[in-house]
C-alpha cells in the first residue's frame, strides 16, 4: 500500500473508532450554578408572596340606623304607582342607611280577579255572535236572531271595537287593587286603602322612624 491508500483506509477506521469511544464514555455532570439559583428562587418565592391580610372596617351598611330593619312597599302595580314605590324605597335607604326595603305586588280580592279572567271570554264570544250570529242562535234554539243583533250587525266594525275597549277597561279595572301599603318590621305604618291618600316623604320617614324607635325599645326589654 502506498501512502495514498493507508489515508483513504485509516481515516474511516479513526472517525468509527472515535464514535464507539464517545458512545460508551461516561456524560459530564451538569453546572450546578443553575441549579442552586432555582432552589434559592423557590426557596425565596414564598417570602415574596406572604403578604399581611388587608384590614376590614365596618361599612355604613352594617352599621347603619336602618340595619336590621326590613320595609315592605305593597303597591298595585296595573296602576302604575311603580314610580312611587321606587321614589319611596331610594328616599329610605338614603335616610336609613343599612335598610331592607322591598317591593312587591299587592293583588285585588279573589272575586275581582275570578271576574278579570271571565272578561275576555265574554269579548270574544260577543265578537263571534257579531261574526257568525245567523248560524249561533239557531243552534241555540232560537228561530231567527234578536233584534239587538240586526242593530249590532248594522254596525259591526263600531260593535266589535266598542266591544273591546269596554272589555279591557273593564279587566283593567277588575286587576287594580289601588293599594299602596307600606310596612315596617312586618306593621302596618301606611296603608292608602284606608286613607285614600299616597304618602309624604317626610311623613313616611316620621312613620318609619317613630316604628323603628319602639321596635328598639321592645328589643331592649
Known amino acids: 500500500m502506498d ?9 474511516p477506521l479513526f472517525l468509527f473508532c472515535s464514535d464507539i469511544i464517545q458512545l460508551f464514555s461516561p456524560q459530564p455532570p451538569k453546572p450546578a450554578d443553575h441549579h442552586h439559583h432555582h432552589h434559592h428562587h423557590s426557596d425565596s418565592q414564598p417570602l415574596i408572596r406572604q403578604q399581611p391580610p388587608p384590614l376590614e372596617f365596618p361599612t355604613q351598611k352594617d352599621s347603619g340606623i336602618g340595619h336590621g330593619n326590613t320595609v315592605s312597599i305593597d303597591f298595585c302595580s296595573s296602576c302604575s304607582y311603580r314610580g312611587t314605590a321606587v321614589t319611596m324605597k331610594n328616599m329610605l335607604e338614603s335616610q336609613f ?75 283593567s279595572f277588575l286587576q287594580s287593587s289601588g293599594a299602596f301599603e307600606v310596612y315596617c318590621n312586618g306593621e302596618l305604618v301606611f296603608s292608602k286603602i284606608k286613607e285614600s291618600r299616597f304618602p309624604g316623604e317626610i311623613e313616611l320617614k316620621d312613620l318609619v322612624s317613630r316604628r323603628i324607635a319602639n321596635w328598639r325599645v321592645m328589643g331592649g326589654l
Open 97 to 171: 342607611p343599612g335598610m331592607h326595603v322591598v317591593l312587591a305586588n299587592y293583588p285585588p280580592p279573589l272575586p275581582k280577579r275570578l271576574l278579570s279572567k271571565v272578561v275576555p271570554v265574554v269579548q270574544f264570544g260577543a265578537i263571534g255572535i257579531i261574526v257568525a250570529g245567523e248560524h249561533i242562535f239557531p243552534r241555540l234554539g232560537f228561530a231567527a236572531p234578536p233584534q239587538w243583533y240586526y242593530s249590532m250587525r248594522a254596525n259591526r266594525f263600531g260593535s266589535m271595537a266598542s266591544i273591546w275597549l269596554l272589555g279591557n277597561f273593564l279587566q
Open 3 to 11: 501512502r495514498t491508500q493507508l489515508l483513504l483506509v485509516g481515516l
